[in-house]
């Protein structure tokens, strides 16, 4: 079934401004709030992270090393200079960077308000510029090993962070807080609970335009057959470098978003542990699905911090504490969650489909055709 | 000055003490339909793939058009290995990607095929036309090359129309049946605008009927995109019907060189593929 083009264009503007009305009503302290940004900004690092590991068939684990550098230099840039002294109560902070942002703070008012942003883009640069050094001898590995070596960076690079020698500028173990919350965008028309929503939005998009460019179609040759697509002409390690520095980008990016929703960060916070996150995250939303990604960051945020809490607390049923249910137990439900996932949807949520409008139409018919059949066999039944 | 588009001097490809292509020369003139023929283990994907640069040979060189195009000679721990039956002097070692082999205007299929199985047929042949796009990445990204996108889809629709399947041009690579499949494989390389096709087995796994529609289909490509073509194939109905030319290598050797009727009669040929007979 085909729908006309501008109908879809009208169901599309509707969406998005049910969306943001929705955005704009709700308590900016909320619950709700929350997890949703937090599902958002999950979903731009795993729309990175799908980039590579679904669409360019690179495994790589090393999405938290770079989600670190992001964060951690936009948090260095942000932090007010009248915090700095408080944040770095232990051991002082270098002079260099410190002169540097009481330049910056004085400059222009123009300069201010995109100081943030520009604060998230030189984030992701640098950890596009790491992932481009990295990538040199990293990408040349294949599947497991290279799933090894981007584990291993990632790992190097919490160990860097924390170090006391990065003691003046990460402030070691300690980590930084007092970092702003997300800025308030064209002089306050978009609050700054919107925010992380409009930078996902857009970072999301230009990864889906790149996907649909020639050189997605490459990356997608890359992960279909290496040997076939080397013989289309495809440089394999220029495509797969430059799969590996524009997903460093955005997972940097996310690493700073990340940074001003959580205020303050430490080494810890980029452990292992968040990598499979957003790995879970892909696979449960289809590896190679970028609708899938999206879609799954925000039910698995709000599934494990939302609805799951309920296993967290003591329940009692008729004066009976029913057994199993106190704090961590929500993790052992999202644990079989996911083992059932990938027992039983093995391609995630989307598999490999996109969302399409066409597709949003075409559900009430497959409805029909799934569970009519069944109910028809059940109702002529004597 | 040889006028050859392809030629092979002394090209040795061993593998640890194994010799898969022992000094194999042999030479493609422009226009021709050169096949390579040989049992079963002889050396033929071998040698293709040392042309299209996926091994660098041991020693020997391979000229494309009299450039050298590939070129190496026994280095390293291969000095002592080496069991190849010639030494030429190849001092200079040429090794290039694939895709610099490509770009040269070296097309090539692949013996079992090698599709994009979960991209459409449209989208597997664009793909080898972006070896050749001018746009750079943010170009490419916000759509400001659409009309060298246009014609990119318009060139390739062309090429899926040449080879029937501009109905299924949406349709995933893997949902085509096996023939077809074969079909859009040719398609593919032609995409990279060859001046030298290579075909490792097109007909394998075909019937009767649609070995002889390949061959027509074949000897039509050949005609329009004014290629050469050379191949390897097993289904010697095709191989005698089409070829200009025939090289025989059995355990990596050339074993007889001619035209289909010559290589037809010749008992060496015959011995190779049937066995001797002890006397």
Known sequence: MKTKKSTKRICSVLAFAALLAFLYLLDPNSMTMKLLQKGAILAVVAASMNLLNGFTGLFSLGQAGFMSIGAYITALLTIPVKSLDGVYYAGGMSEGIRAFKMAMEAGPAWLTSVYPFLALILGGVAAAL???????PVLRLKSDYLAIA?????????????????????????????????????????PSKV????????????????INSSYGRAFKAIREDETAAEAMGVNLFKHKEMAFVISSF????????????????????????????????IVIGGIGSMTGSVLSAFLVTVSKEGFLRFFDETLTIGGWQVPLFRAGFRMVIFSILLMAVVLFYRRGIMGTKEFSWDAVFGLPGWFKRKFGRKAARGGDGR | MSAHVLELKDVTMQFGGVVAVDSLSLAVDEGEIVALIGPNGAGKTTAFNVVTGVYPPTNGEVRFHDRVIVSNRPRGKMKKLYAGSSRGVYTASVAPSPDRITKLGIARTFQNIRLFKDLTVLENVLIAKHMNIKAGLFSAVFRLNAKEERQMRESALALLKI?????????????????????????????????LLLLDEPAAGMNPQETDELTAFIRRIKEDFHLTVFMIEHHMNLVMEISDRIYVIDFGKQIAEGTPAQVQDNPVVIAAYLGVEEA
Do not use: W
Not at chain 1, 152 to 173: C, D, F, H, L, Y
């Open chain 1, 130 to 136: 790491v992932a481009a050094l990295i990538g040199i």
């Open chain 1, 150 to 190: 981007t584990l291993g960076v990632s790992e190097i690079i919490r160990a860097v962070v924390s170090s006391p020698q990065m003691e003046k500028i990460t402030n070691g173990s300690y980590g930084l807080n007092k970092i702003p919350n997300f800025p308030e965008m064209f002089g306050g028309a978009v």
């Open chain 1, 195 to 210: 925010t992380p929503f409009l930078i996902a939005a857009v970072c999301i998009a230009l990864m889906v335009l790149l």
């Open chain 1, 250 to 281: 955005f997972t940097g990016v996310g690493g700073g978003l990340l940074a001003m929703y959580l205020r303050s960060i430490d080494a810890k916070t980029f452990s292992i542990a968040l990598t499979y996150d957003i790995l879970l995250i």
């Open chain 2, 163 to 195: 080879v029937g399947l501009e109905d299924a041009r949406d349709e995933v690579a893997s949902s085509l049946p096996y023939g077809k499949q074969r079909h859009l494989e040719i398609a593919r390389a032609l995409a990279t605008e060859p001046k």
